[in-house]
């Protein structure tokens, strides 16, 4: 069955960088387009990029500049890199795949900004 699991999320600093890594399995990676969604505490989920299968990339408005996805086929990971962050980055970051009309989510991890 598709799988998504999330790593990478930590405490940090306003200012700082981190590196998100979702790992994929149960369906052929390579041809569908992976994407990274947040949801701060009592918000809505709100993408936050995406990475085609034929190398596109995309980004919500918020974080362009600062945020930066990628995808590595062969590992079957798609990692999103943040820079800058500020305190309103703060929130669960969620792993997503659409496979066979069906919405596939990982467990998300947690990415807390603050001094």
């Given at each position: 069955q598709v799988q998504l699991v999330e790593s990478g999320g930590r405490t940090a600093q306003p200012g700082e960088s981190l590196s998100l890594s979702?790992?994929?399995?149960?369906?052929?990676?390579?041809?569908?387009?992976?994407?990274?969604?947040?949801q701060a505490p009592g918000k809505q989920r709100e993408g936050v990029a995406v990475a085609s299968n034929d190398g596109d990339l995309y980004y919500e408005d918020s974080v362009k500049g600062r945020v930066t996805i990628s995808?590595?086929?062969?590992?079957?990971?798609?990692?999103?890199?943040?820079?800058?962050?500020?305190p309103?980055?703060?929130?669960?970051?969620?792993?997503?795949?659409?496979?066979?009309?069906?919405?596939?989510?990982?467990?998300?991890?947690?990415?807390?900004?603050?001094s």
């Open positions: 979702c790992v994929g399995s149960g369906y052929a990676f390579s041809i569908y387009p992976m994407a990274w969604y947040r995808r590595d086929n062969a590992k079957r990971t798609v990692d999103l890199q943040m820079h800058n962050l500020q309103e980055d703060t929130a669960v970051y969620y792993c997503n795949v659409w496979v066979g009309g069906v919405a596939y989510w990982g467990p998300g991890t947690q990415v807390t900004v603050s």
